[in-house]
């Protein structure tokens, strides 16, 4: 009898929250940095104009895709550890361009409306005033919408990746337990069919024949 694996998974809800948060972390910066470049403008840019919460917000941002990113990994190591013990040979499945595409799109949306949330309370905090869909579309930030395209892209690609490497594990734990229930289902040979296969060849038809006269005299 086989043991069920056991093992801790993050609920996608909260996962694609963690990759989504961080990918807005990493945005938010990467919108600034790209648009003012390194430099003490760019550090007092995220120090002012509405961004004393940022600090905080980044460090919670960060141990909540720590935590996910671990859970993550101890669930891949687990499997890996699984898939060796039943000498299962993982498969890549197929659709792994569709996955992409379509942890982007979703990915790509929240972290743009939660830009567009963030530097419109920035700009209420600082200025007295919203600025609506300009946090995407206005000359003051005329790279918001490709930065986040990449960096939603990027993340989403890794998100895939980790899919892909579940699914091959799961796909190859599941048939080598499938196979080690076929053999359990066979049962032991039946001791009639042992005994057949090592009777001895004086138990055959003509052994229980007397011998020969002229071997008997």
Not at 29 to 50: C, K, N
Not at 159 to 164: E, K, M, N
Request: a positive charge.
């Amino acid at each position: 009898m086989t043991r069920r694996l056991r093992v801790i998974r993050a609920p996608a809800p909260l996962a694609f929250l963690a990759l989504a948060g961080l990918a807005l972390l990493v945005s938010h910066d990467a919108i600034f940095l790209v648009q003012m470049g390194p430099g003490e403008g760019f550090v007092r840019a995220l120090r002012t104009a509405g961004h004393d919460y940022w600090a905080a917000a980044s460090l919670g941002l960060i141990v909540a895709a720590t935590i996910a990113a671990a859970i993550t990994v101890a669930r891949l190591r687990a499997l890996r550890h699984r898939a060796a013990s039943l000498r299962a040979r993982p498969r890549p499945p197929a659709g792994n361009a569709r996955r992409v595409a379509g942890t982007w799109g979703p990915l790509f949306a929240v972290v743009a409306a939660g830009f567009v949330i963030q530097e419109n309370v920035e700009h209420v905090i600082a200025h007295s005033h919203a600025i609506g869909l300009g946090a995407l579309l206005s000359p003051e930030y005329p790279l918001a919408l490709p930065v986040i395209a990449v960096i939603t892209g990027v993340a989403a690609f890794v998100a895939a990746l980790v899919w892909r490497t579940e699914r091959e594990l799961v796909a190859a734990i599941a048939a080598a337990l499938a196979r080690l229930a076929r053999r359990s289902r066979r049962g032991p040979v039946r001791p009639s069919v042992i005994e057949r296969r090592r009777r001895s060849v004086l138990s055959s038809l003509g052994a229980s024949r007397a011998p020969p006269g002229m071997l008997a005299a």
